[in-house]
């Protein structure tokens, strides 16, 4: 069964950077596709972006396409999500999920991990 596990969120100012990673186990990027949603308080839960198996394209999803970036360390199997310019709206807590296609549905999802855009 797929793991997993988020780290690297935490406070930032606004204009800050952030990168979030995503450690997986039980599985490989070669087998699964790995998404990055976040959820802010009162909000309902959105799709930031995604990375595709096998060969890895991704999508950035438009409110944040030109801030975020997604990317992948296949030996590592390890998924990122470079946020920078960040804002107070990008406060929220960002999960990692997993699944064979990019949908916005995933089967294995991370515990999720908080980020805080705030002076």
């Known amino acids: 069964q797929l793991q997993l596990v988020e780290s690297g969120g935490g406070l930032v100012q606004p204009g800050g950077s952030l990168r979030l990673s995503c450690a997986i186990s039980g599985g490989t990027l070669d087998t699964y596709a790995i998404s990055w949603f976040r959820q802010a308080p009162g909000k309902e839960r959105e799709e930031v972006s995604c990375i595709t198996r096998r060969s890895g394209s991704t999508y950035v999803a438009e409110p944040v396409r030109d801030r975020f970036t997604t990317s992948r360390d296949v030996v590592k199997n390890m998924v990122f999500l470079q946020m920078t310019s960040l804002k107070p709206e990008d406060s929220a807590v960002y999960y990692c999920?997993?699944?064979?296609?990019?949908?916005?549905?995933?089967?294995?999802w991370g515990a999720g991990i908080l980020v805080n855009v705030s002076s």
């Open positions: 999920a997993g699944d064979y296609f990019c949908s916005s549905s995933m089967d294995y």
